[in-house]
């Protein structure tokens, strides 16, 4: 199994000098993956009719002018003070920008990092925050499916046309393009709809609080599509974000932590459904909390589960 911290891009410390710390003592600590999440402006979540969908209520979600940086953009920052570390998003959400646009960013992510970008991608949740930004939230999903589509079709070789339902262009040039004139695609959600894009456009597909069992599930279900499509699902590989918690942790939320011996058990259990990429919340005070956890779990966790 190979492991990802996230980065600390949100709340009450995403400075310059927290995420270079976070950042560099990952890939020194031999992890393989640094992560960012995507939200831009939304009110207070107790107006939400929205639902947020990884609590019982919308109180798990950061109140209105908390700190988020950009997630693009903080991967390119780390991209510039890092060489080895694979640089992901868990995930944007492909609605809250226009394709072409985000396609750029994605693009020169990747060029500049010498290929290692990592696009994790989802729908969103959040109708409220589609309508602070101007973007529309009907369709969101067709319209995500779309974008993948533009993506591929810029990441090409030459010039490159699109004739979409929302999106067109022809014989337009696009460059930089990434590395491999690809970047791997993470398809995020708990949808048999986001299960149908893993099959058609994914990669990895890229799981979130989930507990063992109901990730197993998950999978399976990726698999039949795979299967109704007529796609080999040993193309793809299973991941997950999680939250990480010495002090104790639930994992019916997807919250590992505890001893020692309970965080072995249970990422065990995450391996026995077949988890290959693990990236962590990490729960500590401050940064020198998080900083002793991920050493904490590089040295005396990881090494129970090196990576195929």
């Excluded at 810029?154 to 460059?175: D, H, K, P, V």
């Excluded at 149908?196 to 599509?225: M, N």
């Amino acid at each position: 199994m190979e492991f990802g911290v996230h980065l600390p891009d949100a709340g009450r410390d995403p400075s310059r000098d927290a995420m270079i710390r976070i950042a560099t003592a990952a890939e020194e600590l031999g992890y393989s993956s640094v992560w960012s999440s995507d939200h831009i402006a939304w009110p207070d979540p107790a107006t939400l009719q929205s639902k947020y969908p990884y609590a019982d209520d919308n109180s798990g979600f950061p109140e209105a002018g908390s700190a988020w940086l950009d997630c693009i953009g903080t991967l390119q920052f780390v991209a510039g003070i890092t060489e080895r570390v694979l640089l992901g998003t868990t995930v944007l959400i492909l609605g809250y920008r226009g394709a072409v646009q985000q396609a750029k960013g994605w693009a020169t992510l990747d060029h500049l990092s010498n290929g290692r970008a990592i696009m994790g991608v989802g729908v969103g949740w959040m109708q409220e925050e589609f309508e602070a930004i101007g973007r529309p939230w009907d369709n969101r999903g067709a319209r995500a499916d779309e974008t993948l589509e533009v993506f591929r079709a810029l990441f090409s070789e030459g010039l490159a046309s699109y004739e979409g339902r929302w999106t067109q262009f022809q014989n337009i040039g696009f460059s930089p393009k990434p590395v491999d004139n690809h970047i791997p695609v993470w398809v995020g959600g708990h949808s048999q709809a986001a299960f149908k894009r893993t099959a058609r456009f994914g990669d990895a597909f890229h799981s979130a609080f989930a507990p063992p069992a109901l990730l197993a599930e998950q999978w399976k279900t990726v698999e039949s599509e795979c299967e109704t499509i007529g796609r080999d699902s040993s193309e793809l590989s299973l991941t997950s974000l999680f939250r990480l918690n010495f002090d104790g942790g639930d994992l019916e939320q997807g919250e590992v932590g505890g001893s020692n011996e309970e965080v072995i058990d249970q990422v065990g259990q995450y391996s026995d459904a077949g988890l290959e990429h693990a990236a962590f919340f990490v729960l500590g005070r401050g940064t020198e909390g998080r900083l002793e956890a991920i050493q904490r779990f590089s040295e005396e966790i990881a090494p129970h589960f090196p990576a195929t």
